[in-house]
């Protein structure tokens, strides 16, 4: 699948597209009803389907200091918007100029000019352009008239609350990722390259595959049942994580640590995706290595046990 910049124009054989727009950076139920209906409207027609993101998030480029809260990354998003069936993938680069550019410019010098689209599908609360001044209402008025087709797809509800992002970061702090996982279709996951550490998960029998969190929005601080899948080799390892900054060694140092289970290769330097799917505890200093130790078997064998049982 094609990975396409805002900035550049498409290629012909992808001009006149329908494209899926909006930000879905966690692709979760809602973001996947509209790109389903991109998706169905394309296929009928015989034309390519886009689905594009923006990165970095709007809320970001305007407020640099707030707290990481990415859900993916974008080559995260590549591979479940190619899972969907999209045909490309593509990327407003939000930056100076993209934040400066009016409503009525975005649809008629991005989406039709340099894009070439001939549909967009948003959901009913989409905004867009300088000052986030363009809705829905907006795009129709300025893109109809030029032959732009508009379709909206409604909030997805969850109960009486819709779907989204803001809900699934909530229970991921709030150390839920089932309920996480159940909003997105499939567990929040970190992807990331193996570092070498300090070695005090070796020195102890539990050999820890280190990885810097970066971006990602941070869950709840603790330990985890958690899969790791190897990029490289499509290996799936079942293992226990913890998750914060390792109050037990000094000086602190915030690391996601999965240990696999019955796993004895290398994975430094190798980039691996680790899901959570069960919270099993906060983090806690002990009192004594040992005491770690004992509580690190514990949750291990809890791990084994709610993994193996196939639930999350």
């Known amino acids: 699948m094609r990975w396409l910049d805002h900035r550049e124009r498409l290629p012909d054989p992808l001009r006149g597209a329908i494209i899926a727009l909006g930000n879905f950076d966690g692709f979760h139920r809602g973001h996947q009803a509209v790109a389903a209906e991109a998706i169905g409207w394309a296929r009928r027609e015989?034309?390519?389907?886009?689905?594009?993101?923006?990165?970095?998030?709007?809320?970001?480029?305007?407020?640099?200091?707030?707290?990481?809260f990415r859900l993916t990354t974008l080559e995260q998003r590549h591979e479940l918007y190619l899972a969907a069936g999209a045909t490309a993938m593509l990327v407003f680069h939000f930056d100076a100029a993209l934040a400066a550019t009016t409503a009525e410019a975005f649809?008629?010098?991005?989406?039709?000019?340099?894009?070439?689209?001939?549909?967009?599908?948003?959901?009913?609360?989409f905004t867009f352009g300088k000052g986030a001044r363009g809705n829905v209402a907006l795009l129709r008025a300025a893109g109809e008239p030029l032959g732009l087709?508009?379709?909206?797809?409604?909030?997805?509800?969850?109960?009486d609350m819709p779907v989204s992002s803001s809900r699934i970061r909530a229970a991921l702090r709030a150390g839920d990722p089932g309920e996480a996982a159940r909003l997105l279709t499939r567990p929040f996951a970190v992807r990331g390259v193996v570092e070498h550490g300090d070695k005090r998960g070796r020195s102890i029998g539990y050999p820890t595959a280190n990885?810097?969190?970066?971006?990602?929005?941070?869950?709840?601080?603790?330990?985890y049942a958690v899969t790791g899948r190897v990029l490289a080799t499509g290996e799936i390892l079942q293992g226990a994580a913890n998750l914060g900054i390792r109050p037990q060694f000094a000086p602190p140092k915030e690391l996601l640590e999965p240990y696999f289970f019955d796993f004895a290769g290398n994975?430094?330097?190798?980039?691996i995706e680790v899901a959570f799917h069960h919270f099993l505890r906060g983090e806690a200093r002990f009192a004594?290595?040992?005491?770690?130790?004992?509580?690190?078997?514990?949750?291990?064998?809890?791990?084994?046990?709610?993994?193996?049982a196939g639930t999350r």
């Open 46 to 68: 015989g034309r390519p389907v886009i689905v594009a993101t923006f990165d970095p998030h709007p809320v970001r480029f305007f407020k640099p200091d707030v707290p990481p």
């Open 107 to 125: 649809v008629t010098e991005l989406l039709l000019g340099r894009l070439g689209a001939h549909g967009v599908v948003t959901g009913t609360d």
């Open 149 to 159: 087709t508009v379709r909206t797809v409604e909030a997805v509800l969850d109960g």
């Open 211 to 223: 990885l810097s969190m970066e971006n990602y929005l941070r869950p709840a601080y603790g330990v």
């Open 267 to 271: 994975l430094y330097g190798q980039e």
């Open 288 to 308: 004594s290595l040992d005491a770690l130790t004992a509580q690190m078997e514990r949750d291990c064998a809890q791990a084994r046990s709610l993994l193996s």
